[in-house]
């Protein structure tokens, strides 16, 4: 029997499509890999009408019903051949709701959110990324975001992970919870700091190597006390003066997992919540996690 302080374990969104049904996979293995149950969480939406009930609404209703038993089947199955060799404590739940209300509810007692990169809707239409983006944005624990493909078995085991420093406070939550999974899955770890968040260009006067220097301080200073408590662990820094979004992008195709922080520290005072980390999901096929401080 699976043991967790968690009600849910690991929790992944699904509905039907290819990159729930990608997310599905991957979240089996990393429960396997954590010793955590699995829960299949899929949401039927309630059907708003400012009307009396027709025929072909109630047609709707029980083509949700009968399609919520289908995904959670299809489900089911994918979650337990992630794993044929060992026994998996998968579990599910139909609820109905909306999908980023289920979905962060279900966060605040999950060890992690696994989410496909987009999905489906209420009728079968494609979401650009609408549910992933807003459960990345108001989870309370950390967010998986799978693509079709990054939750095959085709993605190198041996792969290191990628890690995004730049100093803030979801940063280092971030690093904690990348140094732990790189030692779980007995893989390196890839730390990336970009020194400036935008593109620099030669400027007069400027003593370029004095930033880079302190970059390199910054990123040593980081990464000290996690290489002393992890020491299994093999680290390779990167120290670039780019967009860090780029170098992510570029360095995620060698890597199994990309790991970031919620918020980064913005270029001069602040940036907009998941910037970075918006693009990294958008652009990559690798999984990537996002990682809230606090939790």
């Not at 849910?8 to 499509?17: Q, R």
């Not at 010793?35 to 109630?58: K, R």
């Not at 302190?214 to 003066?241: I, K």
Request: net charge negative; with cysteine; aromatic share 6%.
């Amino acid at each position: 029997m699976f043991e967790t302080s968690t009600k849910y374990g690991i929790v992944v969104g699904v509905d039907g499509s290819p990159e729930s049904d990608a997310a599905v996979r991957w979240a089996a293995r990393e429960a396997s890999l954590r010793g955590e149950p699995v829960t299949l969480m899929h949401v039927v939406q309630p059907i708003i009408t400012s009307w009396p009930v027709s025929a072909g609404q109630l047609g709707v209703a029980e083509w949700q019903e009968e399609n919520a038993r289908r995904v959670i089947d299809q489900a089911q199955a994918d979650a337990r051949s992630a794993n044929e060799s060992e026994p998996q404590d998968v579990r599910n739940e139909v609820l109905h709701a909306t999908p980023v209300d289920a979905l962060v509810d279900a966060s605040a007692d999950a060890r992690m959110v696994v989410v496909g990169s987009h999905g489906r809707g209420a009728l079968g239409r494609l979401l650009m990324g609408s549910v992933s983006k807003a459960v990345l944005e108001n989870a309370h624990c950390p967010v998986a975001v799978i693509h079709a493909s990054g939750g095959s078995a085709v993605v190198d085991p041996s792969a290191p992970i990628l890690l995004g420093i730049d100093g803030s406070p979801a940063s280092e939550a971030a690093t904690a919870w990348a140094f732990e999974e790189a030692s779980r899955r007995a893989v390196a770890l890839t730390a990336l700091h970009a020194w400036s968040d935008v593109g620099v260009f030669p400027i007069f006067g400027m003593d370029w190597r004095e930033y880079q220097e302190q970059g390199e301080e910054l990123l040593a200073e980081r990464l000290a006390g996690w290489q002393e408590r992890y020491p299994d662990v093999h680290v390779t820094r990167r120290l670039v003066c780019d967009t860090p979004a780029h170098w992510l992008i570029q360095l995620a195709q060698r890597a199994q997992l990309v790991v970031l922080g919620s918020r980064g520290r913005g270029g001069f005072g602040g940036i907009r919540l998941g910037s970075v980390s918006a693009a990294v999901t958008q652009s990559t096929t690798v999984p990537v996690v996002v990682v809230r401080s606090g939790r």
